[in-house]
């Protein structure tokens, strides 16, 4: 595939020789499931795995009689539902690529990601949240639009499902395709698109589950987008197809949405990010449901602050995860086994045996053993390079292939690691990762901004929020204006500052640059 990097040959054969790389394609995780067993749960559907994949498959039809074919690229926007599951796994099993889009996304982020990726289709609810996708999808220059429900003048969802399955097995992608395409956090403007590769990512989902211990017993809830990887393959939503388990897609993760769903399934595991555990941790003492299933909650996204990690087996009578990941690739976990010490003060160590790490300072040269660096790594399931991005490619990696991560962290003795902070130009609200570029970029189109500098500001419960620093023109803009501006742009909601600073002029560095350090200090 054009603009996609591969990995280099004796990094490749040394991969599937040593057993990393299979010819497992993510079309096919359901078929270790008991064809009788319930596979997922959505609302008030329930699906067998013999049911799900007949869907799948027929959907999958529907897609190829569109003339979606192998190394098409589809944007799938869909919230927590059943039908995420189905077009997710009818688009891989042809070979065309998903691009998992967020919910949350807007007009900003989706005609960027539907021109970047060429995409043949977009598929979208009719509505969510208050919000009309078709309305956003009338200004986008998309061959096929698919709605799931009420579909108006677009192609609706059931329409492809006509009952008859073909025969595809043409149609069947290579291991070594791009079978999806991941999202970036995004440093340096607008999202990155992320090649997972059937190979890698089926290594990825399947060595997570057995790191994580799933099993055909495990009824994992889904309570964040399942488009988001920590929710879909480490180990995730594919993670439990893989072992035989059972899904169970909740709209959020509100106590009073995702409680009840524990009680009624008896649902074991759940991932989360740092803010919903700490709500979850309060809502305990209030809550009437029995949580007694539940055996893990694993908590990722942003640092989970250890004297938090600490109160989870006590309060929710589960144990606790710590996970470091990263759409990109590497991915570290406490073990099960892990002492508590360990569990609660880490975020983990390295999935694989072939995952390789470096710690360096800003001269790429390695610090000594527990000093704080950068995270460097390479390995099987870490991808190459961007989508399309030989800019930020040059920037993004060594020339030996290592990732730089962006994350500051030091390594202790057993090979855990500590998240330090990061040096990218990042804020990581509640596990939503937000480019101060390109907020700032939002933000100098309103005609009363001068100039704007956007810096994350210590919280308590999402581990920062975001804060505007503004030199304006004449009248300043209140709060509520800026966030309606940047409504209008189609920017995220979550993208929007939680706070906007007025200043006369931005502190400077020795070299002139804008001090955000200083700034930050300032708000702390």
Known sequence: MEGFTPWPEEFAAR????????????????????????????GEERLTYAELDRRAGRTAAGFARLGIRRGDRVVVQLPNTASFVVVFLALVRIGAAPVLALPAHRGSEIGYLCELSEARAYVIPDTHGGFDYRDLARSLAVEHVVVDGDAQEFRALADLDTGAETDMSDERPDPADVGVFLLSGGTTGLPKLIPRTHRDYVYNLEASAEVCGFTSETVYLVVLPVAHNFALACPGVLGVFAKGGTVVLAPSGAPDEAFPLIERERATVC?????????????????????SSLELLQVGGAKFAAERAAQVPGVLGCAVQQVLGMAEGLLNFTRLDDPRELVDTTQGRPLSPADEILVVDSGDVEVAPGEVGELLTRGPYTLRGYYRAPEHNARSFTPDGFYRSGDLVRVLPSGHLVVEGRVKDQINRGGDKISAEELENHLLAHPAVHDAAVVGMPDPVMGERTCAFLIVRDQAPTLREVKQFLKERGVAGYKWPDRVELVDAFPRTPVGKVSKKELAAGLR
């Open 271 to 291: 991932a989360v990010v740092p803010p919903i555990a700490l709500l979850w941790l309060e809502a305990a003492s209030w809550s009437r449901e029995d949580l």
């Open 15 to 42: 991969y599937q020789a040593e057993g990393y790389w299979s010819d497992r394609l993510l079309g096919d995780v359901l078929s270790g499931g008991d064809p009788e067993r319930t596979a997922l749960v959505a």
